[in-house]
Structures are given as C-alpha cells and as structure tokens.
C-alpha cells in the first residue's frame, strides 16, 4: 500500500508540473527547480522506514547532489554559443550525470561516513 502512495502522489505531482509547462513554462520551470520530491520523499521515507537518522543523511546527500546535479542544464546553456540540437544537449547534459554522481559520491563520503 505505502508503494502504491508513493506512486500515485510522484505520478500527480510530475503529471502536474508537465501540464503546467504547457501552458505556463516558467511558471512550470519555477515549480519543478522547487525541492517537490525532496518535499515528498523526506516524509515518505520516514514515514516507511522510522529512522530520524536515515532521512536526515538522505537531507543532507541531496543538499549536496543539487548544486552538482544542475551540471546537466550547462549543455542548455551553452546550446545557442555551440548549435547544439535539443537532443545533443539533452544527451551531453545526461553524460555530465554520471561525472556528477561521481563527485557526489567523494563528497558525501569524505563529509557524511
């Protein structure tokens, strides 16, 4: 049951904000940069496995992983200086991921263990 909530909430909130860019894309961008599923997950987690200490390392990985993550938008950025292609950039954006999670991994070793 708690799996079927956890999808049903995710799966509104994402159906959400897709239908939102449609219509209104910044306002869609601005909602999505928002921490929504660290909103959802850091109670849901709790809620499923009862560890005050799990769910707060799991805060403070994320807290890390976002500043790493945005490597993924650089391609965007850079999309019009290099021509890039929507699907160019969606992919070299997808490779700079894994070197991110690399990173991350560093860090919330040397920080968090």
Do not use: D
Not at 13 to 22: H, Q
Not at 35 to 49: Q, W
């Amino acid at each position: 049951m708690t799996l079927a909530l956890n999808v049903l909430i995710s799966a509104t909130v994402i159906s959400f904000a897709s239908w939102l860019a449609g219509r209104f894309p910044t306002a869609a961008g601005f909602l999505v940069a928002l921490p929504i599923a660290t909103l959802l997950i850091l109670p849901l987690s709790y809620r499923e496995h009862g560890s005050a200490e799990t769910t707060i390392l799991l805060a403070k990985s994320v807290f890390v992983a976002v500043p790493i993550s945005l490597t993924f938008f650089i391609p965007f950025l850079l999309s019009s200086r290099f021509s890039l292609s929507f699907w160019q950039a969606y992919g070299l954006g997808c490779l700079a991921l894994p070197l991110g999670f690399l990173v991350h991994r560093v860090l919330t070793r040397a920080f968090f263990a």
